[in-house]
């Protein structure tokens, strides 16, 4: 039997390869119904095996009809296949592209969303990681809440009155997967298919593609100087159901939304019976003042819904953020987090809540702050040093990434694709909307580059690129 040569150094055991090859030998007719084949040992002995392994692959054979055992006749081809027209062998799969890995798992200069990794404190987080470990008990190993573990719930809810000026009780707190959940969250809870949504431009893609996917339709609105032109958004769509901003710092601008707009998104909102979702991605790094209150602080009508997440201010493996939602909306919530449940693994939730309640998040933030200042002014000052004549820096309030205007002729898609090719990271800010703005910049993240050397090096890297 020449078809049950075997390849001894393939990844596949052998057992599975010797069922594979007799079954696609009856199914190319090579073997026919009532044939008998190989007794076990006899095969073994054959291939040099042990006779378990063929044993292994006869069993399969006969638990899925290919064959039957005759005791002393022998095991031949189950003959009721006869009845059947054969089966084409199955083809074997090319081997299939290595995904295991991609430019996410590592962190490449200027990459977006990515927090200075090197001063998270490691150390704190392993500690309360072991304790949490080694205090888990049977009911802890169960599915967790859906709306989120109590703890985390209340250590949030304080942290939010007290940093955000957000009045809210735990029951308002809901835990999940990230954004991205959060905004599936809130179009299987309060809106519908065919919806209106206004989404700012330039802004977060992925936002826009999220609402698609879930049947909405998103309704670009300007941005400018001062944010969200709520005029724009109600002479192009007033009946939209739903607003998502970024008020803090405008995703991709970094812009502060004014307080005059502010007012006028939340009286369009209370008189169009709409929903403003606040994503307060990091809110808590501004650096020419304290950070502003949310917009949700300013809601007396209960019609904004304030996203946070731990990506930005821990790390983007956590895989954790939370929602806060009025309280007349609650039930609706807690209804949609028992059919879609949301909030992410017992474990990490109580790490996250060990790390505020004994303070190390507050700490944290606020380091971080001083260092995001420092490395956001070297970053800036190295990169103009040396692109000066090429870009300039956006002033900004705050956020977590530059915003380089090209100056001359320059485009930024084409530089941005070179420079990824170059092993760096770079976003287009004419990728980040669909309306006609003209506007050509580079958005770099600084909280990586942690001296003026590198980002003087950097800085020549992209002139290089440019010349």
Not at 6 to 12: H, N, R, V, W
Not at 31 to 39: H, S, T, V
Not at 231 to 248: C, E, L
Not at 402 to 428: F, I, N, Q, Y
Request: aromatic content about 6%; some cysteine; glycine content about 8%.
């Amino acid at each position: 039997m020449k078809f049950l040569d075997l390849d001894t150094s393939a990844a596949e055991p052998l057992y599975r390869q010797i069922y594979t090859r007799l079954r696609d030998a009856i199914a190319q007719g090579l073997l026919q119904p009532g044939d008998r084949i190989p007794a076990a040992r006899a095969l073994a002995m054959e291939l040099g095996l042990a006779r378990g392994t063929v044993e292994s692959a006869y069993a399969l054979l006969t638990a899925e009809g290919y064959v039957e055992a005759r005791g002393q006749a022998g095991t031949v081809v189950t003959p009721a296949l006869a009845r059947h027209a054969p089966v084409a062998p199955t083809p074997r799969p090319a081997p299939a592209h290595n995904n295991l890995g991609d430019a996410a798992s590592s962190t490449k200069p200027f990459q977006m969303g990515i927090p200075a990794l090197d001063a998270f404190p490691r150390k704190v987080w392993a500690r309360l990681a072991a304790r949490s470990v080694r205090a888990t008990q049977p009911e802890d190993m169960i599915y967790p809440p859906w709306a989120g573990m109590p703890e985390l719930r209340i250590a949030i809810a304080a942290y939010l009155q007290l940093s955000r000026g957000i009045d809210c009780t735990p029951s308002q707190v809901f835990i999940t997967n990230g954004y991205r959940n959060s905004i599936e969250l809130v179009t299987r809870a309060l809106l519908a298919p065919g919806d209106g949504v206004w989404v700012e431009d330039p802004g977060y893609p992925p936002t826009s593609d999220l609402l698609r996917a879930a049947g909405m339709q998103p309704v670009p609105v300007k941005v400018d100087g001062e944010g969200l032109m709520v005029s724009h958004g109600v002479a192009t769509a007033p009946k939209a159901r739903a607003a998502i901003v970024t008020p803090a710092h405008q995703s991709p601008l970094c812009v502060s939304l004014s307080l005059p707009r502010r007012l006028a998104l939340l009286d369009w909102a209370a008189q169009s019976k709409a929903w403003i979702v606040e994503d307060d991605y990091d809110g808590e790094y501004r650096y020419v003042s304290r950070p502003l209150p949310a917009l949700q602080s300013l809601d007396r009508d209960g019609r904004v819904l304030y996203s946070g997440t731990f990506s930005k201010v821990l790390f983007p493996a956590i895989r954790l953020a939370y929602l806060v939602v009025p309280p007349a909306q609650v039930p609706r919530f807690e209804e949609a987090t028992r059919t879609f449940a949301a909030s992410g693994p017992t474990l990490m939730q109580k790490i996250v809540a060990d790390f505020m309640n004994e303070g190390h998040f507050a700490r944290h933030i606020q380091r971080m702050r001083r260092l995001y200042a420092e490395r956001r002014q070297i970053t800036a000052d190295g990169l103009s040093s040396v692109l000066g004549k090429h870009m300039q820096v956006d002033p900004q309030p705050g956020g977590m990434h530059l915003v380089l205007r090209m100056k001359g002729h320059h485009t930024d898609r084409a530089l941005a694709a070179r420079m990824r090719e170059h092993g760096m990271s770079a976003l287009a800010l004419s990728e980040r909307g669909v309306l006609p703005h003209g506007a050509s910049a580079l958005l770099l993240a600084f909280t990586n580059v942690d001296t003026a050397a590198r980002a003087r090096e950097l800085g020549r890297r992209i002139l290089k690129i440019m010349a």
